[in-house]
């Protein structure tokens, strides 16, 4: 049955700027230590060069992140879950003064997922940054580069590196946010939510992937290829108004978020514990139940 109108919708939560900060700084602290570990063999390198050696030996920058990257990962996306979950069910019982349980596992597997994620793109970071350098190396010997050019270059290529640490460190947090508040929706019986912009010049509106349009759609959580302009009385492909076939906030760096709309409190009622304690701490849960799970997915990535 269609929603109506006058049904109320679950705010939604942001991430937390300062968890987004202390991410990308862990992991920002990793390529100053490979830009630090770098600098005196390019210092020899362009020594050489300086001297009148167009072929000196071509320092590399260290193929492996050197810091952990799984407890960097870990400690910062387990942090969202908690966050996520805790204000989640206290929104919920402020406005239906009731306390649902939410399932552990569907929340613990997208974890593990996305820790094992994060943890190959950190990784990646050294990698990539091995291969542009060397070439922006190799490039300048055959064009007889001077050397505080392609000093310049190579420390630009170590700035990109740190960007794309802040990258990972916004969108993975995003993705995540948005990924739990999804799950928790459907584990207390949601099934639509409004598609909520941030309504400023920068949201997206490109003819075949305009955001723009979705703004106060009703949408349903089963199906990302439709819409509604009628409270739900009639449903419309997305493609018809150039709406992404994704969720709020799944899309690369999307800022939208998804409204949920309450279910029946009878449904929410039925799933409260009368003996939970007033006041949940998901983090210890969640951390216990990745731990039993021996992190499967994760060790499976390595």
Not at 50 to 57: D, H
Not at 142 to 147: D, G, I, K, L, N
Not at 272 to 282: G, L, S, Y
Request: glycine letters at 4%; one cysteine or more.
């Amino acid at each position: 049955m269609a929603r109506k109108k006058n049904k109320r919708v679950i705010p939604s939560q942001a991430v937390s700027k300062r968890l987004q900060a202390a991410y990308a700084a862990a992991i920002i602290a990793g390529v100053k230590i490979l830009r630090k570990t770098f600098q005196p063999k390019k210092d020899i390198m362009l020594s050489e060069l300086v001297a009148g050696n167009l072929a000196p030996a071509v320092p590399v920058v260290g193929l492996h992140f050197p810091l952990n990257a799984e407890e960097i990962a870990k400690k910062h996306l387990v942090i969202l879950a908690n966050n996520n979950r805790k204000i989640f069910q206290n929104v919920i019982k402020s406005m239906t003064g009731t306390r649902p349980v939410l399932p552990e596992k569907p929340v613990a597997d997208l974890l593990s997922e996305y820790i094992a994620e994060n943890v190959r793109l950190i990784k990646s970071i050294p990698v990539k940054l091995h291969g542009q350098v060397s070439d922006l190396i190799h490039g300048s010997f055959q064009t007889a580069m001077r050397p505080e050019t392609l000093s310049k270059l190579i420390e630009e290529r170590f700035d990109v590196a740190e960007s794309r640490a802040r990258l990972i460190a916004v969108d993975q947090l995003a993705k995540l946010n948005g990924d739990i508040s999804k799950q928790n929706s459907q584990d207390i019986g949601c099934e639509y939510y409004t598609w909520s912009t941030v309504q400023d010049e920068r949201v997206r509106d490109e003819p075949d992937d305009s955001h723009r349009a979705m703004e106060g759609m009703l949408c349903r959580w089963d199906d990302d290829t439709v819409y509604s302009d009628d409270g739900g009385e009639t449903w419309n492909q997305r493609s018809d108004i150039g709406g992404p076939e994704l969720d709020p906030g799944e899309d690369y760096r999307c800022r939208c978020v998804s409204l949920s709309v309450l279910p029946d409190t009878d449904k929410l009622k039925a799933m409260e514990d009368p003996d939970a304690p007033e006041e949940v701490d998901p983090l210890q849960h969640l951390q216990d139940f990745i731990d039993s799970q021996n992190m499967t997915q994760l060790e499976a990535a390595e």
